[in-house]
């Protein structure tokens, strides 16, 4: 199986900088999508930013400029940098990957989330 371990939340000032990890290990094959995905108190889980590999990546309107996504095929990892954050980038975060993995001799492929990581953004 596969799983995700996310890394690197916590509290913040507005106008400060986090950097998210998320390390996938497992019989991984390949890693097509990976993303980071928001949910604050009573609202549903929306979409950050995602990447592709060995494409370009995509952001909410909310965060373009602010956010960058990055990954490291070679770690199966993938990173967030969130600079200028504002009170309103309150969530846990969690993180996604579209994963071909090896069970036996065949090969799968499913949609893992991680566990989730704070980032509140307050003075």
């Known amino acids: 199986q596969v799983q995700l371990v996310e890394s690197g939340g916590g509290l913040v000032q507005p106008g400060g900088s986090l950097r998210l990890s998320c390390a996938a290990s497992?019989?991984?094959?390949?890693?097509?999508?990976m993303g980071w995905y928001q949910q604050a108190p009573g609202k549903q889980r929306e979409l950050v930013a995602a990447i592709r590999s060995g494409g370009s990546p995509n952001y909410a309107d909310s965060v373009k400029g602010r956010f960058t996504i990055s990954r490291d095929n070679a770690k199966n990892t993938v990173y967030l940098q969130m600079n200028s954050l504002k009170p309103e980038d309150t969530a846990v975060y969690y993180c996604?990957?579209?994963?071909?993995?090896?069970?036996?001799?065949?090969?799968?492929?499913?949609?893992?989330w991680g566990q989730g990581t704070q980032v509140t953004v307050s003075s």
């Open positions: 497992g019989s991984i094959v390949s890693i097509n999508v």
């Open positions: 996604n990957a579209d994963v071909t993995y090896l069970r036996g001799i065949y090969g799968y492929r499913s949609d893992y």
